[in-house]
């Protein structure tokens, strides 16, 4: 099993950049699929991307270009590189661990993207 830490989250302004990191507790990190999605206001959780354990991402085509997913399985992480950040990429953040039947989530980080 995975326990998993969000961090980096904050207020920036639009065009402005963030990155995400997500701090992964327990065994066998490499193994798992690792992904990003989000939560805003009054909406349903979405996916944002997902990284396999291979190392091949699959990003939302809302951030296609913007976003950018990397694992450091040395470091039991994944990050979230954003740029270009719109005010409707503002939500919580959720880290995603996943293998087989197992689901694991973080606590989320909030985003905000306000001038």
């Known amino acids: 099993q995975l326990q998993l830490v969000e961090s980096g989250g904050g207020l920036v302004q639009p065009g402005g950049s963030l990155r995400l990191s997500c701090a992964a507790s327990?065994?066998?990190?490499?193994?798992?699929?690792m992904g990003w999605y989000r939560q805003a206001p009054g909406k349903q959780r979405e996916l944002v991307v997902v990284?396999?354990?291979?190392?091949?991402?699959n990003y939302a085509d809302s951030v296609k270009g913007r976003f950018t997913i990397s694992r450091d399985n040395a470091k039991n992480a994944v990050y979230l590189q954003m740029h270009n950040l719109k005010p409707e990429d503002t939500a919580v953040y959720y880290c995603?661990?996943?293998?087989?039947?197992?689901?694991?989530w973080g606590q989320g980080t909030q985003v905000t993207v306000s001038s």
């Open positions: 995603n661990a996943a293998l087989g039947n197992y689901v694991s």
């Open positions: 990284i396999s354990r291979g190392g091949n991402p």
């Open positions: 327990g065994s066998a990190f490499s193994f798992y699929a």
